[in-house]
């Protein structure tokens, strides 16, 4: 059974950066498509950004295109998202997924880590 554990949130000022990590246990991630999802408080939860298997693709939300980098290394199971220019729009529970292909509702799910873009 995979497991997913996100960690790297945290307080950061507009314009800040942050490095999400996401850690998988149980199986290899190579296995699968990874998504970054993310739900702000009151709101649904949106997708951020998708990675192929073998991360040679990438797919972004509109709202982070250019801002936000999705990234795996294979060696240590484990994948980034590498966010610049933070605003704070971008506050919301970050969560890392997986699943065969970039879905909404991706089959594995971690439990999440908090974002807060504040000054």
């Known amino acids: 059974q995979l497991q997913l554990v996100e960690s790297g949130g945290g307080l950061v000022q507009p314009g800040g950066s942050l490095t999400l990590s996401c850690v998988a246990s149980?199986?290899?991630?190579?296995?699968?498509?990874i998504g970054w999802f993310r739900q702000a408080p009151g709101k649904e939860r949106e997708g951020v950004s998708c990675?192929?298997?073998?991360?040679?693709?990438?797919d972004y939300a509109d709202s982070v295109k250019g801002r936000f980098t999705i990234s795996r290394d294979i060696a240590l199971n484990t994948v980034y998202l590498q966010m610049d220019s933070l605003k704070p729009e971008d506050t919301a529970v970050y969560y890392c997924?997986?699943?065969?292909?970039?879905?909404?509702?991706?089959?594995?799910w971690g439990k999440g880590t908090l974002v807060t873009v504040s000054s």
């Open positions: 149980g199986s290899t991630l190579d296995s699968y498509v």
């Open positions: 990675i192929s298997r073998g991360g040679g693709s990438a």
């Open positions: 997924a997986a699943d065969i292909a970039c879905l909404p509702h991706m089959e594995y």
